[in-house]
Nanobody, 123 residues
């Protein structure tokens, strides 16, 4: 199984930007690589995905147009940059890796490999 470690979370003022990183123990190009987030008391939701081999990306409507998912397949790092942060972006952000399809990338049970999460607080 691939090991995943997120970093880059923190406290940010509304309107600011943040770039999260997820270091993988093997090439991120081998999997669908996704970001999820979970606010306290709420379900974990898909935020963005880059498909196997870098064959495209998708975003949740909540972040579309103000976020960018990318990966460095040499360094084995997945990134998520979110601009124009809002208080409702406050959550623990997780990266995930597994096989996926365009019709299930946002589904939690699609993924068997998860990081420990990094907290983002927007005030």
């Amino acid at each position: 199984d691939v090991q995943l470690v997120e970093s880059g979370g923190g406290s940010v003022q509304a309107g600011g930007s943040l770039k999260l990183s997820c270091a993988a123990s093997e090439s991120t190009g081998n999997y669908c690589m996704a970001w999820f987030r979970q606010a306290p008391g709420k379900e974990r939701l898909g935020v963005a995905v880059v498909y196997f081999g870098g064959r495209g990306t998708d975003y949740a409507s909540s972040v579309k147009g103000r976020s960018t998912i990318s990966q460095d397949t040499v360094k084995n790092i997945l990134y998520l940059e979110i601009d124009s942060l809002k208080p409702e972006d406050t959550a623990t952000y997780y990266c995930a890796a597994d096989r996926c399809h365009v019709f299930n990338w946002w589904v939690v049970r699609t993924y068997n490999n998860w990081g420990q999460g990094t907290q983002v607080t927007v005030s």
